[in-house]
C-alpha cells in the first residue's frame, strides 16, 4: 500500500489536483452524477487522468505502468488490455480546504441509471455528510479518539490527522467496511489503528475515550424493503441516535466530547426541541436542526440516494415510507448536528440554524459550548468582566433623518453569525466591555449616561446578559 500511495501522490491525484483538471463546468456535472464533461476533460493519458478515471470516474482505462501495482493492491482488474476499478480511491482535502489529508477506499459509486442497487453491505465513500462532520468536529488535541460507524474510515482520518500521536479506534457493524477502512489508513499514513466490529457502542464497552465521532446509521426507514447498512441501522425510528446520544456519557472522559450528524423524527403534538434534548444524559449539549423535510420529500431524497427512483419498486417503496411515517405520526424529519461534552452539571441547548455558518465549526466549537456554560451560570453579582465578541457590528435600524434608532441589531460578522435585536444597555455594554472593566461600574455609568434607574438597568442586565453570553455576544 506504501507503493501505491506513492503512485497517487506522484500522479497528483488530490482534491486539489482533481478540481483543476476537471474545471468548474465538469466538476458542477459531476456533482449532478454527470460524467460526460469530466470524461472529455480527462482525454490526455497524463497519470492524474488515468487515476481520476479509474478510481473517479469508474471507467476502463488502458493497462500502464501502474497496473501491478494497484492489481496487488486489490484496487484494480485487468483484462483486455484494460484495468477497471474494483474498489474506489478517492483523495481528501482537509477540513480547511488547504492541503491533502489521504485517501478513502469505499465501494464504487452506484449511479442512477446502472440497473441495480447498491449492496446491502455497500461502504459508502466520502460524502456530503461526512465532510460536514468532519468540519465540526473540535480541533482541541485528544489523546484516543473514537470513529463509531467508520465506513471507509474518513472521519478517523480527519482527526487522526489533527491529532499525531493519539490512539485511534474505528468501529462498524459491517466487516467490509472494517476491510476497507484499513486500507483507507494505509493509504493515508493512519498507523496502528484498532478496528472492531460491533453495533453501536458495544465493542468499546467499559472504555472512555477524549472524542468520540459518528456519521450514524441515521435514516428513518421502513423495516420492509431492501436495508442499506451504510445508512440504516435497522433499530426503530430515530432510536440509533437516541441511543448513542443517551450513552454517551459513559465512553467519555470528563470533558471529553462525543459529536455526531442526526435525523430526529417530529411527531405530531410533541415538540422536537424537548424530545431530541430529553436524550442527553450527563452531558453539555448543543443540538443544532439544519433543515427539515416533509414526509415525501424525505422518502424521496432516500429513494434517490439509493437509486431506487425510477425502478418498477419505486412507488410501492415510496407507499411504504408513507405508510411507516404515518402509522408513528411522523410530521416531518430533522437533520442536524449534535455535540456532546462530559459535564458534572449539563447545559442543554436546542435550536434551528438555518443560515450559513463560518467553516470549520471545529475551530471554534469549545468556544460556542463554554458560552452555553458560562451564560447558564452568569449574573451580574458574579463579578465576571465581559468583553464584546470579537467581529460584533451594530446596526441601527429607522426613518431616516430619526434621532433614536427603532431598532438596534447586534450582529456577529464571523462564526455562528447571530444577529440579536437588543435594548441601549446591551448596545452600550457591547461598546464598552473590552475584557478589562468590572461589570458594575459600567452599569452604573450606562443608567447615569440614559437617565435610567441603576438597579433597573442591573435587573435588565441580569435577564438578558446570560442568553447574549450564551449565543457569543459577550465573552
Ligand atoms: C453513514 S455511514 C458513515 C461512514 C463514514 N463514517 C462517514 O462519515 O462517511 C454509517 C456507517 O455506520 C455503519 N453502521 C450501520 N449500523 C451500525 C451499527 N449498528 N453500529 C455501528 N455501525 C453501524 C455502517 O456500516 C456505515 O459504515
Known amino acids: 500500500m506504501r507503493r501505491v500511495r506513492e503512485l497517487l501522490v506522484a500522479g497528483g491525484y488530490t482534491v486539489a489536483g482533481v478540481r483543476e483538471l476537471l474545471g468548474d463546468v465538469a466538476g458542477g456535472a459531476l456533482a449532478r452524477d454527470e460524467v460526460v464533461p469530466a470524461l472529455r476533460a480527462t482525454r490526455g493519458g497524463s497519470p492524474l487522468e488515468v487515476l481520476t478515471r479509474l478510481f473517479w470516474l469508474q471507467v476502463p482505462v488502458p493497462v500502464d505502468g501502474m497496473a501491478d501495482e494497484l492489481v496487488a493492491a486489490g484496487l484494480v482488474e485487468v483484462s483486455g488490455g484494460e484495468m477497471r476499478a474494483l474498489l474506489r480511491v478517492e483523495p481528501l482535502e482537509d477540513v480547511g480546504g488547504q492541503g491533502h489529508a489521504g485517501y478513502v477506499v469505499s465501494d464504487l459509486k452506484v449511479r442512477p441509471g446502472m440497473g441495480r442497487l447498491p449492496g ?24 484516543n479518539l473514537l470513529d463509531l460507524g ?31 477502512a484499513a486500507m483507507s489508513f494505509a493509504l493515508s499514513g493512519v498507523e496502528g489503528a484498532e478496528l472492531l466490529r460491533g453495533s453501536l457502542l458495544e ?37 440509533f441516535c437516541r441511543m448513542l446520544v443517551g450513552q454517551a456519557s459513559q465512553y467519555l472522559r470528563e470533558g471529553g466530547y462525543c459529536q455526531l450528524l442526526a435525523n430526529w423524527l417530529h411527531i405530531d403534538g410533541v415538540a422536537w426541541e ?96 463554554d458560552g452555553l456554560k458560562k451564560g447558564a451560570e452568569f449574573s451580574t453579582s458574579c463579578g465576571k468582566v465581559l468583553a464584546a465578541a470579537p467581529g460584533l457590528v451594530q446596526e441601527q435600524i429607522g426613518p431616516p433623518g430619526a434621532e433614536d434608532p427603532e431598532r438596534i441589531v447586534l450582529r456577529q460578522t464571523g462564526r455562528l453569525r447571530r444577529a440579536a435585536g437588543v435594548g441601549t444597555v446591551e448596545a452600550g455594554l457591547a461598546g464598552v466591555c473590552d475584557g478589562t472593566l468590572p461589570l458594575d461600574p459600567l452599569l452604573d455609568a450606562i443608567a447615569r449616561l440614559t437617565g435610567a434607574d441603576a438597579e433597573q438597568v442591573r435587573a435588565h442586565a441580569d435577564a438578558v446578559l446570560p442568553e447574549l453570553i450564551a449565543d457569543g455576544f459577550f465573552i
Open 203 to 239: 465493542p468499546v464497552r467499559g472504555r472512555r475515550f477524549d472524542l468520540i465521532v459518528s456519521n450514524p446509521p441515521f435514516v428513518v426507514a421502513p423495516e420492509e424493503g431492501p436495508r442499506f447498512t451504510y445508512r440504516e441501522s435497522g433499530m426503530a425510528g430515530d432510536d
Open 274 to 369: 424537548e424530545r431530541v434534548g430529553g436524550w442527553v444524559d450527563g452531558c453539555d449539549a448543543w443540538i443544532v436542526q439544519r433543515d427539515v423535510q416533509d414526509p415525501a420529500e424525505y422518502a424521496e431524497l432516500w429513494l434517490r440516494d439509493s437509486c431506487e427512483a425510477g425502478t418498477p419498486e419505486y412507488r410501492a417503496r415510496y407507499d411504504a415510507w408513507l405508510d411507516y411515517f404515518e402509522r408513528r405520526g411522523v410530521a416531518g424529519v430533522g437533520f442536524g448536528w449534535i455535540t456532546l461534552r462530559r459535564s458534572e452539571r449539563p447545559v442543554v441547548r436546542v435550536e434551528e440554524l438555518r443560515h450559513a455558518v463560518e467553516e470549520p465549526v471545529g475551530a471554534y466549537v469549545e468556544d460556542v459550548m
Open 120 to 143: 446491502e453491505d455497500h461502504v459508502v465513500g466520502a460524502g456530503g455528510a461526512s465532510g460536514n462532520l468532519a468540519r465540526l468536529v473540535v480541533h482541541r488535541g485528544v489523546d
Open 150 to 180: 467508520t465506513g471507509c474510515g474518513v472521519q478517523a482520518i480527519h482527526a487522526a490527522g489533527r491529532n499525531p500521536g493519539a490512539s485511534v479506534t474505528a468501529t462498524d457493524v459491517n466487516p467490509r467496511a472494517l476491510e476497507l
